[in-house]
């Protein structure tokens, strides 16, 4: 069965400073990969995602996400955050049945 | 771009009694769509897909009979509550997938039932 790993529940990063954001799948055939953001109260945002191709992904608001097959990886990065980029994000991976499954999420706060 | 739109954004509800939550794709017909439910501070947890037209497939450990789905068109899904219960409280979100837009979610229904 597919799984998401991403290891950093919290993420504290200043304003201005770039993020990285960690997600590990584990999945049996070619995945189709998603970043989603999630404002409190809110629904979800995708912010790119990855079905073939190149492997470095742009997305929506800056970011851009790497899928590293070799690692089992689809990181998601920003070189420069802004205030209103904290929120929850959530990785996932399109299964079987076209379901997403979606790793725990990180919580990324940012500091003034 | 597509839309989807979740109704009501929250609700408060007493104990027992049933609650419904519908889920329209506004600018396109979705093919499917899925519910899902998210606890304070997790992820979202698949409860169950829909097909317009047919019956709902509920995931493991989902209650058929105290989450009705009805997916009666292609831009149209609800989900109903039944018999609610304050282990029910929750938020609960929509997604709907269509080939030309990839998964859509609406913005999510808080539910507190008292």
């Known amino acids: 069965a597919q799984s998401v790993t991403q290891p950093d529940i919290h993420i504290t990063v200043s304003e201005g400073a770039s993020l990285e954001l960690r997600c590990n799948y584990s999945y049996g055939a070619t995945p189709y990969l998603f970043w989603y953001v999630q404002s409190p109260g809110q629904g979800l945002q995708l912010l790119l995602k990855y079905f073939s191709g190149d492997t470095l992904v742009q997305g929506i608001k800056g970011f851009e996400a790497e899928f590293k097959r070799s690692q089992s990886s689809f990181n998601l990065r920003k070189p420069s955050v802004h205030w209103s980029d904290a929120a929850e994000y959530f990785c996932?991976?399109?299964?079987?049945?076209?379901?997403?499954?979606f790793g725990g999420g990180t919580r990324v706060l940012v500091k003034p | 771009g597509a839309v989807v739109s979740q109704h009501p954004s929250w609700v408060i509800c007493k104990s027992g009694t049933s609650v419904k939550i519908e889920c329209r794709s506004l600018?396109?017909?979705?093919?499917?769509m899925f519910w899902y439910r998210q606890f304070p501070k997790q992820s979202l947890m698949l409860m169950a897909t829909?097909?317009?037209?047919?019956?709902?497939?509920?995931e493991q450990g989902v209650e058929k009979d105290k989450f009705l789905i009805n997916h009666a068109s292609l831009t149209l899904s609800t989900l109903t509550v039944t018999s609610a219960h304050p282990e029910d409280s929750s938020f609960y979100i929509c997604s709907a997938s269509s080939r030309a837009w990839g998964y859509t979610f609406g913005s999510g229904t808080r539910l507190t039932v008292v």
């Open positions: 829909s097909n317009e037209g047919s019956k709902a497939t509920y």
């Open positions: 996932a991976v399109e299964a079987a049945g076209n379901k997403l499954t």
């Open positions: 600018d396109f017909q979705a093919t499917t």
